[in-house]
């Protein structure tokens, strides 16, 4: 899943107001910005294999410490731990975020095939292969794009001009890279599909700007 973790985040912002866009988007997709690295290490593994499910030509051999069950929870605990002794954010605020990050995995669990890891070293993996139908793929991120646009946009205002561009911006270029995903040719390699990952930073950065430039709508009430 891709623009269901970006959804779910612009969403999480009405129940954490405190956190940045940025911060939001960077606990939705830990798990995809740890994982190129340790494909480019050797640690995880992906295979180019066109036709492994009907939404993307990738087969994902192993990656139990981006995204396992187990691996995810402990990334969420540190990351609500980093948060609340850095920021001296709430505990609920902290939690939440730490949830967002688990998060992930329920996606995929819903999304992927059963390849999904509960452990670090154990041998079930899990899946219930929304990947397989393209309608209903398209069909549940959309839904859930609407959804956490709807949250977002009703819960922030724009400052300004930009406020407004960098949102939806963002909106039409995750949709470009979903389509792309969608019906694009195969990568080359994997090792291409792990450097083209390390580009979700950039969307990270794009929620910070986006929240330097909207504030919460009761701010401007009144």
Partial sequence: MFVGHFALSLGARR??????LGTLFLACQLADLVWPNLVLLGIERVDVDPGNTVVTPLAFVSYPYSHSLVALVLWGVLVAAVYRFVRRGSVSTAVALGLV???????DWIAHRPDMPLTFWGATRVGLGLWNSLPGTVAVEMSMLAAGLWLYATSTRARDRTGH????????F??????ANMVGPPPPSARAVALTAESLWLLVLWGYWIDRHREPARALQG
């Fill in 15 to 20: 129940a954490a107001p405190a956190v940045s």
């Fill in 101 to 107: 990050v688990v998060s992930h995995w329920v996606l």
């Fill in 165 to 172: 561009v960098a949102l939806w911006s963002l909106v039409a």
């Fill in 174 to 179: 995750l949709l470009i890279v979903d389509v």
